[in-house]
């Protein structure tokens, strides 16, 4: 079975990882009958930024380090057992930005795909030979940029005089709460789909979409050219998850990017969102009579909370097999 999932960071890392454990299950259970499976990833790049000189993916890194097993479980971004003196040393010369934190461990993976980038490799290429570390391809798990051109999410802000900051200025140090008009992805109109991207859609057999941001991980990934017509064409069932419980975001400031898009923060909403191409959207329980039209709405039966590895693979199931109950349009 082919699996292409569009994924922001830690909604779409715990929910991959979680499928990978459901299909090793569903592979013991069987015998492994069904032969191996294949999981294209496709991530969110829009909250790439530039510091201190070094490219830092957070989404494709959040991605790399759950599913290799280096990710700080509790804090949800960064890696396990990390440090600071670095970034410490930086402060102490009054170096700017200081709002971003960037452990040392973290900060040797933004320097090597500055290196690896600086050579002349794409975006692809340097994302592939890190993923090649973290034990991805051992695990059937192909991890793809969603462009290899350089994209960045930026948020205009409301007040007199509109000015924009990068997402991760408005996301990290303003805690979302800076009102916020509207997103606009500079370079966008100049970027195209990454290798394999479009294909790995139209070729599916099964597309999920994660619990990820809406908005600004998911969002983002359906403005890149060919992407939505791809999600359209495909013969593969569509099926997502939804990131809002009884209207509110698991984690993150997913209600606040729906205000600012003029979209209601409920879960059907969000499927609203993805209405043209969305065949299945699997809800928590609480939302159990969310309607949507064209779309089968299933309520999982647990909570949809990826609390542990098993509950993440009790949802990724549930999702995978409300796709093969629809098959291929
Ligand atoms: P980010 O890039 O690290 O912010 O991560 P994503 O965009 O991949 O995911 C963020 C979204 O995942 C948020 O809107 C959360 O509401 C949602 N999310 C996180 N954990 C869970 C969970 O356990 N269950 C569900 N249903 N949604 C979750
Ligand atoms: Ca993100």
Not at 195 to 218: F, T
Request: charged share 20%.
């Amino acid at each position: 079975m082919r699996i292409t999932a569009l994924a922001g960071g830690i909604g779409g890392a715990r929910f991959i990882r979680g499928l990978r454990h459901h299909l090793d299950q569903r592979g013991n259970d069987t015998g492994s009958a069904d032969g191996p499976h294949e999981i294209t990833v496709i991530g969110n790049t829009g909250d790439d930024i530039t510091l201190f000189g070094l490219r830092v993916c957070p989404d494709l890194d959040s991605l790399l380090y759950t599913l290799g097993g280096g990710a700080h479980e509790e804090q949800g971004w960064g890696r396990a057992e990390e440090s600071y003196r670095v970034q410490d040393e930086l402060l102490a010369y009054g170096a700017q930005p200081d709002w971003f934190r960037l452990g040392d461990l973290d900060l040797a993976t933004h320097i090597v795909r500055s290196q690896w980038l600086g050579q002349g490799h794409t975006l692809s290429a340097v994302t592939a030979r890190l993923a090649q570390r973290w034990g991805l391809p051992d695990q059937g798990i192909r991890l793809l940029p969603m462009t290899d051109h350089p994209v960045e999410t930026h948020v205009v802000l409301s007040g007199e005089e509109p000015r924009a900051v990068h997402f991760q200025e408005w996301w990290v140090r303003m805690r979302a709460a800076e009102p916020a008009e509207r997103f606009v992805v500079a370079g966008m109109d100049r970027a195209a789909a990454a290798p394999g991207v479009l294909e790995a859609i139209r070729s599916a057999d099964v597309v999920l979409l994660p619990p990820s941001n809406p908005v600004v991980s998911i969002g983002i990934i359906l403005g890149v050219p060919g992407v939505r017509d791809s999600l359209r064409g495909t013969a593969a069932p569509v099926v997502g998850v939804s990131p809002l419980i009884g209207g509110a975001p698991v984690r993150g400031h997913a209600d606040t990017c729906l205000a600012t898009i003029g979209v209601e923060a409920t879960t059907g909403a969000v499927a609203g969102l993805y209405a043209d191409f969305l065949d299945g959207w699997l809800v928590d329980p609480a939302d159990a009579t969310t309607t949507v039209r064209g779309v089968r709405t299933a309520a999982h039966d647990g909570p949809l909370l990826m609390t542990s590895v098993a509950a993440a693979a009790d949802i990724a199931g549930a999702a995978l097999d409300l796709a093969l109950s629809l098959g291929r349009s």
